[in-house]
T-cell receptor, first 111, second 114 residues
Framework: GENVEQHPSTLSVQEGDSAVIKCTYS??????FPWYKQELGKRPQLIID?????GEKKDQRIAVTLNKTAKHFSLHITETQPEDSAVYFC??????????FGTGTRLLVSP | DAGVIQSPRHEVTEMGQEVTLRCKPI?????LFWYRQTMMRGLELLIY????????DSGMPEDRFSAKMPNASFSTLKIQPSEPRDSAVYFC????????????FGNGTRLTVT
């Protein structure tokens, strides 16, 4: 089955710096890679996703890049702000509709 | 849209008791997922339904867990008997029955079994 590895597990940055979170997956058939943000005590919420027919997607300060050959994808957050502090999860589908989540990255943005 | 609605938000029960968690998916979504979140194991998919039919229950930990979806707007996850190791946050999520359709999570039920 699909194995999704995510790192780092924690990431501390200063406000205004960039943050990068990386994930690798094992199933070469996976074709959809979402990223979810979970604030403390709240539900995971989709922030950006990418499909395998593109290599990069941007939405304001966040971007996701995909390398299908190497089977890894990354989340990039630029100009980080304290409200970006949360746990971020990547995910990949081992089959139709199923999503396997990474173990999460706790991002702390210090003012 | 009210989003995915779960109840209760918190549940505290004693070991051995039956626990029932409830979920109302987003109107029009015909796929429903139950996830469990713990510090040790992260987000685990327990079971999912398409058009009220269970498709994959391979993530259900054991026979003490059961899930039903009697209609398009309601699902339950039942644990009987409950054990302390079942303590976790249980999320329900819904989506459209299409490949790569984003999941919309409910606010979760925090279950504590003492």
């Amino acid at each position: 089955g699909e194995n999704v590895e995510q790192h780092p597990s924690t990431l501390s940055v200063q406000e205004g710096d960039s943050a990068v979170i990386k994930c690798t997956y094992s199933d070469s058939a996976s074709n959809y890679f979402p990223w979810y943000k979970q604030e403390l005590g709240k539900r995971p919420q989709l922030i950006i996703d990418i499909r395998s027919n593109v290599g990069e997607k941007k939405d304001q300060r966040i971007a996701v890049t995909l390398n299908k050959t190497a089977k890894h994808f990354s989340l990039h957050i630029t100009e980080t702000q304290p409200e970006d502090s949360a746990v971020y999860f990547c995910a990949a589908p081992p089959g139709f509709q199923k999503l396997v989540f990474g173990t999460g990255t706790r991002l702390l943005v210090s003012p | 849209d009210a989003g995915v609605i779960q109840s209760p938000r918190h549940e505290v029960t004693e070991m051995g008791q039956e626990v029932t968690l409830r979920c109302k998916p987003i109107s029009g979504h015909n796929s429903l997922f139950w996830y469990r979140q713990t510090m040790m194991r992260g987000l685990e998919l327990l079971i999912y339904f398409n058009n009220n039919v269970p498709i994959d229950d391979s993530g259900m930990p054991e026979d003490r867990f059961s899930a039903k979806m009697p209609n398009a707007s309601f699902s339950t996850l039942k644990i009987q008997p409950s054990e302390p190791r079942d303590s976790a946050v249980y999320f329900c999520a819904s989506s459209l029955v299409t490949d790569n359709s984003p999941l919309h999570f409910g606010n979760g039920t925090r279950l504590t079994v003492t």
